[in-house]
């Protein structure tokens, strides 16, 4: 099933252009695919980025941390 699709008009470096679309041009790759194919691509990696370091923010804290049973006993008071 074909999602929605919508235009995307952004300016990017003409090398930049050129490089990817002979890139696509040579493996037989839709130039839209990629383009978006490489976008939702960086969006995870920076979103992973950001989990890591909240992760590392969380570990600082763990010396902190309740038991889980001592929580819940105290919860169902």
Do not use: W
Request: hydrophobic residues 40%; glycine residues 2%.
């Amino acid at each position: 099933m074909e999602s929605e699709k919508t235009t995307l008009a952004v300016k990017v470096n003409y090398a930049v252009a050129e490089r990817v679309k002979q890139f696509c041009r040579e493996r037989g790759v839709k130039y839209g695919f990629f383009v978006e194919r490489a976008i939702v691509e960086s969006l995870d990696r920076e979103e992973l980025k950001e989990d890591l370091v909240e992760l590392k923010d969380f570990r600082a804290l763990e010396s902190q941390a309740v038991p889980l049973d001592d929580y819940l006993k105290k919860r169902r008071v």
